[in-house]
């Protein structure tokens, strides 16, 4: 599958909607001929168009193709809605490997995860699912209520794009009221870094899952994260505490690679115990391979 917008692209386009219709329409007509079944984000199947069917159901882009009348049948257990929920804390303004170190214009996850996020709610929007937006930080809470339509999708658009970082992950007390929302019959997107300082966003992950929601956790990392390529010395900063600390990249490397690994296995083991879906979103990494790779693990998983 060839990659649509790299971050690089993606980094020099300020127009939201255009992205997310483009990686999204993109990978839909990838994956027309897919037969996929079930609730949110499922591709349904097709059948061949018959007389009193509504010509609003006809898939217009695959009659260009195959120049034959199909319908998209949607086969839904249940209606359902989509929760976003976006990690607007400081350290989601990592960014990702910059070739140009002098223009430091390199896309970081914060932006990256508003993009994806635009991309699945376009995606939602398209098979008629209710979508709602969650963005949190210490310092505001964006809510907008699961609703559909066209014009819903643009609102969520706004407040995405409007949206910024605050300085830390909220506990979870003060979500209570908007919780209580998604813990119905919903498949929720918890998009984050996950750094946390104590067990905030684990305790934010625990307290949406039940019976009747789905959790998926859409990690986000960089290749400078994984590979720590720093060389000399470098002074690193905390994003969130502003601490700072001067180190040898060559004394320490071996270190913070043997801690990210065991800090990794930690938090696959939290969200098994969770019976969490976990994918990672590698922002160095085209947008649309990491929503290839979700949607294909699960249909497999179904």
């Not at 209606?79 to 976006?86: E, G, M, P, S």
């Amino acid at each position: 599958m060839q990659p649509l917008i790299d971050p690089l692209v993606l980094a020099s386009i300020k127009d939201m909607p255009l992205v997310a219709k483009t990686v999204a329409e993109g990978l839909l007509h990838g994956l027309h001929d897919s037969v996929q079944r079930g609730t949110g984000l499922e591709f349904s199947q097709y059948r061949a168009y018959e007389p009193g069917d509504a010509l609003g159901n006809i898939d217009w882009k695959l009659f260009a193709r195959s120049d034959r009348y199909f319908v998209r049948e949607a086969e839904r257990e249940s209606n359902i809605n989509i929760w976003l929920v976006l990690d607007a804390s400081a350290s989601m303004l990592q960014r990702s490997s910059d070739t140009d170190s002098k223009s430091n214009k390199g896309w970081h996850k914060f932006d990256y995860a508003k993009h994806l996020l635009a991309t699945i709610a376009y995606i939602a929007h398209k098979q008629s699912d209710a979508v709602g937006l969650l963005g949190l930080s210490s310092e505001s809470l964006h809510f907008l209520p699961a609703l559909t339509g066209k014009q819903h999708w643009q609102k969520l658009l706004l407040q995405l794009s409007q949206m910024s970082t605050g300085s830390v992950f909220p506990s979870p007390q003060i979500l209570q009221r908007h919780l209580s929302r998604m813990q119905s019959n919903s498949l929720i997107f918890v998009l984050s870094d996950f750094y946390q300082k104590g067990h905030e966003i684990s305790d934010f992950m625990q307290s949406v899952v039940s019976k009747r929601t789905e959790v998926i956790a859409v990690q986000l990392e960089s290749d400078d994260e994984l590979n720590f390529p720093y060389k000399g010395q470098i002074r690193f900063e905390d994003r969130e505490s502003k601490q700072q600390i001067l180190v040898s990249a060559d004394d320490v490397k071996a270190d913070y690679l043997l801690a990210r690994q065991t800090w990794q296995k930690a938090l696959i083991k939290t969200f098994n115990q969770l019976n969490v879906q976990h994918c990672i979103a590698n922002i160095d990494q085209p947008l649309d391979s990491t929503l290839h790779r979700f949607l294909a693990a699960r249909q497999k998983l179904r």
